[in-house]
């Protein structure tokens, strides 16, 4: 999957991925990185990486995976992923207290927007979302779409990432939302979402 990912990005017009590194050498690099931070003790280096990689380029074929592909077709980063955020939202230390941003890069519609956000039923996303803490972060990815979180399930993952000035924290696939707030300001769509507990029957 990385070196997949490197090859298309590589081969985009523009030259701007053009130096990107090969996959053994960002893996060498992130083990590097692991081993001299005692934070990361707690994770097995499949997990580290898999955290590590996910605040790099990386994170689209992960997402892109778990939304168009079947459910029962788990790649084992997915799941390394999933244990290394689980460890962490064991420790208070990397649990999330203050609102969360998301800048959607996607250009929506106003009717794309009301449909997606329909404040009648919970708002889910089947990949994991990358959010930041500093809205002005989140206002620099945005589109014309950016969520404003109050979320339980996030997990500060700054000390891991590739770049810890985005003050990344990241929320589980599928987590459920409700919409709370819905408006446009001048070109942008701003949606407040608040964490809800999940339902069995999944609705």
């Known amino acids: 999957m990385i070196e997949r990912e490197r090859l298309r990005l590589q081969g985009l017009s523009g030259g701007m991925f053009s130096g990107i590194d090969s996959a053994d050498a960002m893996i060498g690099r992130a083990l590097t990185k692991k081993d001299s931070n005692p934070k990361a003790a707690r994770f097995s280096d499949d997990e580290f990486l898999a955290v590590h990689l996910y605040t790099t380029c990386l994170y689209r074929p992960i997402n892109h995976h778990l939304r168009y592909q079947h459910q029962d077709d788990v790649p084992p980063i997915v799941e390394a ?9 064991r420790d208070p230390e990397y649990q999330v207290a203050v609102p969360l941003h998301r800048g959607i890069e996607k250009t929506m519609s106003d009717e794309e927007v ?4 329909n404040s009648g039923r919970p708002y889910r ?3 994991f979302m990358s959010t930041s803490t500093d809205s002005v972060i989140a206002n620099s990815l945005t589109s014309s779409v950016t969520l404003h979180l109050q979320s339980t399930s996030a997990v500060n993952v700054s000390p891991f990432a590739m770049n810890a000035y985005e003050k990344e924290a990241i929320i589980p696939p599928q987590t459920p ?7 446009k ?10 964490e809800v507990q999940d339902n069995a029957d999944g609705s």
């Open 185 to 194: 300001m001048h070109s942008t769509w701003h949606v407040d979402l608040k």
């Open 114 to 117: 009301m449909k997606r956000f």
């Open 177 to 183: 939302f409700e919409v709370v707030g819905l408006k």
């Open 125 to 127: 996303d089947e990949a």
């Open 81 to 89: 992923l999933k244990s290394g955020l689980a460890k962490l939202a």
